[in-house]
């Protein structure tokens, strides 16, 4: 396949829509170079936006950047363009996570160009979902969807979903007595008060969604007393939906794998009318990580927690400007 020449507002365009997918506290660890000549559009990991404490090894931030790099091929399979993804294709710069080349454009956009809708649509909910169970249908389509990434997504039993809403509080009482991890959290959240970073990034403080009514609550609270605005509490579901995306490996390319499908679950979830939100907390710690797996099942490492269901779908959240991420050369 010959590679298509994209003009700038083009490429402008595609990753525009790229930076809309989820990253760990809305950090946004990406950067795009776009190589003229070769026709090239390179997707780097940015360091200086990682969480030395909650993500020493930079798994999250790899699952960020997968996660965007699926956009890229949604937005571009939509415009008729035909994405070939190379991973990690420079030994020497682990920061260059992905080559992209656009083919030839198609007579028809192609199969991921369906999911397209859903890209400005998705936002993480941090509000009570209702107790409607969801159908079995879509449930096996969103693990259908993960293996079409090449990773697994495992809708776990009664008592494997206690086991892992028990590493999610148990993770709360480790971050509560963790300052450094505090501190970091602090780093990424929007209140409006005086010293905080960027508002085109981070948590801000209308996504943080109610305070917990009681210690059921299946989502992280941004909200750190005396910092934030007056919310309202309420009542969560009593047992959450939740599934957990994982892999074989543990590796950066399967780090990469599992955001690309992590983003095209979230992305077909939202098309089928539900509500998602990510709980990493309990794989942030590497004594509660490993618990999280079902040892009777094929996935080794778990990468992330989904939680879904039927309620608020929840606000966007900022995204820095393109000119801030994107790079012609």
């Avoid at 693990?143 to 008592?159: F, K, Q, S, T």
């Avoid at 809403?165 to 963790?178: C, I, K, Q, T």
């Amino acid at each position: 396949m010959s590679p298509t020449a994209l003009l700038r507002p083009l490429v402008t365009s595609l990753v525009e829509e790229a930076v809309l997918a989820p990253s760990m506290h809305n950090a946004q660890p990406w950067r795009f170079v776009h190589r003229e000549a070769s026709g090239t559009l390179e997707l780097h990991g940015d360091p200086a936006r990682g969480m030395p404490r909650q993500d020493p090894a930079h798994r999250a931030l790899h699952i960020g950047c997968g996660a965007a790099l699926f956009g890229l091929r949604v937005a571009a399979e939509h415009r008729g363009l035909r994405p070939e993804v190379r991973l990690l294709p420079d030994p020497e710069d682990p920061w260059h996570l992905a080559d992209v080349r656009f083919g030839v454009p198609s007579a028809a956009g192609g199969d991921l160009g369906a999911l397209h809708p859903a890209l400005a649509r998705r936002h993480t909910s941090r509000f009570p979902f209702s107790e409607e169970p969801i159908p079995v249908e879509l449930l096996d389509g969103l693990c259908a969807a993960a293996r079409l990434e090449g990773c697994r997504l495992v809708v776990p039993g009664d008592w494997h979903t206690d086991t892992v809403m028990g590493l999610v509080h148990a993770s709360e009482l480790f971050e509560a007595a963790d300052e450094a991890v505090r501190a970091e959290i602090a780093a990424w959240t929007r209140t409006g008060a005086a010293g905080e970073g960027t508002s085109a990034d981070g948590v801000p403080a209308y996504a943080f969604g109610p305070r917990q009514y009681d210690v059921t609550a299946p989502v992280r609270d941004f909200g750190a007393a005396g910092r934030t605005p007056v919310r309202a509490s309420a009542r969560f579901e009593k047992t959450p939906q939740i599934t957990l995306l994982g892999s074989a490996a543990d590796t950066p390319e399967s780090w990469l794998a599992a955001g690309q499908a992590l983003h095209r679950v979230l992305l077909q979830a939202t098309l089928d009318g539900l509500a998602t939100s990510l709980m990493s907390q309990p794989l942030e710690w590497p004594e509660l990580r490993f618990d999280a797996r079902d040892p009777l099942s094929a996935v080794g490492y778990v990468h992330m927690v989904i939680r879904l269901g039927y309620g608020p779908a929840g606000r966007a959240t900022p995204r820095r400007a393109v000119a801030d991420v994107l790079a012609f050369a």
